[in-house]
């Protein structure tokens, strides 16, 4: 960002010239950029539909599109496929059609899929059990896990939103996650959009793909 949108018009530059630069100029633009894209995210901007579950409302778009797709898909999992092998750690076994078997656990929380290993969030596997085992809701995953910075946004009140940069003054960049491609076109629809003003910026401070 500093590269592109501030140096091309200050090339002869000092080092002093430069840190100024930084903290009088892109360090606030930035910041107040990160306070509009959470108050985007929030349900005071934009209220949520009824198909997302409220535990999602504030959530990131990514994490919301993510979890409203796994948990379409879990429709194809079957009670009989879902075995608890430990009611106190909370762990499951998912046979799948094909033959394979899925361990979940939530005590991590983890699961044995390919799903989790890339995007470490909850897959198809763990809404089946969210589904069919009331006790072992989306709550009853770690609250550290919960309220980590990848799946939880900042609380930013409208006067602190209505300070930050004008967006009509910036070009329109949305994310475009593969994951957010397997979401039925309703749900994109629905979910609350947001413009991303630097993708580098706004995931290093908050989120990764």
């Known amino acids: ?17 430069l840190a100024a630069l930084l903290v009088n100029a892109c360090f606030p633009e930035s910041y107040q950029k990160y306070l509009l894209r959470n108050y985007q995210m929030s349900g005071t901007y ?18 919301i599109v993510h979890c409203l797709s796994r948990k379409s898909k879990c429709a ?10 430990d009611s106190v750690q909370g762990i499951f076994e998912i046979n799948s059609s094909s033959g394979k078997k899925h361990t979940v ?6 699961c044995s899929c390919k799903d989790w290993k890339q995007q470490r969030l909850p897959c198809k596997h763990f809404f089946a059990v969210f589904h069919y085992f009331s006790d072992w809701s989306w709550d009853r995953l770690p609250v550290n896990y919960l309220a980590s910075e990848y799946l939880t946004s900042d609380t930013v009140t409208p006067a602190a939103a209505s300070d930050a940069v004008n967006s009509d003054d910036h ?23 947001m413009k991303v003003y630097c993708a580098c910026t706004h995931r290093s401070m908050h989120f990764s793909s």
């Not at 949108?5 to 200050?10: A, D, G, R, V």
């Not at 934009?46 to 994490?63: C, E, I, Q, T, W």
């Not at 194809?76 to 092998?85: F, S």
């Open 76 to 85: 194809k999992i079957m009670l009989t496929q879902v075995i608890c092998t």
């Open 171 to 193: 070009e329109e960049v949305v994310f475009q996650d593969s994951d957010e491609q397997e979401a039925p076109k309703e749900m994109q629809d629905e979910i609350p959009k």
């Open 46 to 63: 934009r209220a949520y539909k009824d198909f997302v579950p409220s535990y999602l409302h504030g959530r990131p778009r990514n994490v």
């Open 1 to 17: 960002m500093l590269k592109y949108s501030y140096l091309p018009h200050n090339r002869n530059m000092t080092v002093s010239s």
């Open 105 to 110: 656990s939530f005590c991590e929380p983890q």
